[in-house]
């Protein structure tokens, strides 16, 4: 059974920076497609980023490219995102997914495994 434990979330100041872990374990992951999304109060669950294991392919979404960065760490079977200059509308609690035989889709009911979330709260 798959299992996905995020870690790293907080409170951070506007204008900080944090880095986000999901360890992944439970299965074979060469074929997946490791996502992180994110829910505010209120709002649906949004696309943040996404990460392909075997080729480490990687899409953003528009509101955090240029500022944030996912990577995956083979050896430690781990999937990070590092998000700088944040901002209030990032506070939410984000998500680590994963999809197999995934292609970086943005929809969340296109990835079969879900962590808990982590909450990410960024004060100004």
């Known amino acids: 059974q798959v299992q996905l434990i995020e870690s790293g979330g907080g409170l951070v100041q506007a204008g900080g920076s944090l880095r986000l872990s999901c360890a992944a374990s439970?299965?074979?992951?060469?074929?997946?497609?490791m996502g992180w999304f994110r829910q505010a109060p209120g709002k649906e669950r949004e696309f943040v980023a996404a990460?392909?294991?075997?080729?480490?392919?990687?899409w953003y979404w528009p509101s955090v490219k240029g500022r944030s960065t996912i990577s995956r760490d083979n050896a430690k079977n781990t999937v990070s995102l590092e998000m700088n200059s944040l901002q209030s509308e990032d506070t939410a609690i984000y998500y680590c997914?994963?999809?197999?035989?995934?292609?970086?889709?943005?929809?969340?009911?296109?990835?079969?495994?879900w962590g808990q979330g982590t909450q990410v709260t960024v004060s100004s």
């Open positions: 990460i392909t294991w075997k080729y480490a392919n990687k």
């Open positions: 439970g299965g074979t992951f060469s074929d997946y497609t």
């Open positions: 997914a994963a999809d197999q035989y995934g292609t970086g889709s943005v929809v969340p009911k296109d990835y079969e495994y």
